[in-house]
């Protein structure tokens, strides 16, 4: 089945340590989405990417960083110079064929906490 | 900007009521709009989705929503909510006229279903 594979989905980091989360689609789709989601908050857009080899920043970018050299593949990086990484992460998908009306399909999240 | 507001944090009805959570959005033109439901520590599942057209859409799982442009509005309905919907839902918006197609999230509105 096709999907959004996010790993792992539990992580903890240490203070001063840079960690990388994972997410994989194999539904051969163009864009990915980065969203960070806190209690009472919603979801926050961190990074994006289009296409491969590029990516913009999204609303809370700071902190993080991203790369795209798959199509299928997006890891993000939480740096040391996120002071406030506890939360929930979700990796999002999306068909851009036609006229950007595709819905986004999102991977079943990573928890990061910190040690 | 743009921002979705979901007033009701928190909604607890009866199994076998019906049941609406409502999504107000600000923006300039008619947003692509869309209703995501979470259950706890999992991804996002689309339930339904309005790009044009027909005002009241059909999702799964027996969801409705009606789009009210006069109103700014895109509330969710149910006839007859089940034990198995309580969850998290989540309005959202994505913007027509730009190539980022990134959600913007509401808060969400945690709904609890009693016996």
């Known amino acids: 089945d096709g999907g959004i594979t996010q790993s792992p989905k539990y992580l903890f980091r240490k203070e001063g340590q840079n960690v990388t989360l994972s997410c994989e689609q194999n539904?051969?789709?163009?864009?990915m989405y980065w969203y960070r989601q806190d209690p009472g908050q919603g979801l926050r857009l961190i990074y994006y990417?289009?296409?491969?080899?590029?990516?913009q920043k999204g609303d809370i970018a700071e902190g993080y960083s991203v790369s795209r050299e798959k199509k299928e593949s997006f890891p993000l990086t939480v740096t040391s110079a996120q002071k406030n990484p506890t939360a929930f992460y979700l990796c999002a998908s999306r068909n851009r064929a036609g006229d950007g009306n595709q819905p986004q399909h999102f991977g079943d999240g990573t928890r990061l906490s910190i040690l | 900007a743009q921002s979705v507001t979901q007033p009701d944090i928190h909604i607890t009805v009866s199994e076998g009521a019906s049941l609406e959570l409502r999504c107000n959005y600000s923006?300039?033109?008619?947003?692509?709009l869309f209703w995501y439901v979470q259950s706890p520590g999992q991804g996002l599942q689309l339930l339904l989705k309005y790009f044009s057209g027909d005002t009241l859409v059909q999702g799964i799982k027996g969801f409705e929503a009606e789009f009210k442009r006069s109103q700014s509005s895109f509330n969710l309905r149910k006839p007859s909510v089940h034990w198995s919907d309580a969850a998290e839902y989540f309005c959202?918006?994505?913007?027509?006229?730009?190539?980022?197609?990134?959600?913007?999230f509401g808060s969400g509105t945690r709904l609890q279903v009693q016996p």
């Open positions: 923006y300039g033109a008619t947003p692509y």
């Open positions: 990417s289009q296409i491969v080899n590029d990516f």
């Open positions: 959202a918006v994505a913007e027509r006229d730009t190539g980022r197609r990134a959600l913007t």
């Open positions: 539904l051969n789709h163009d864009a």
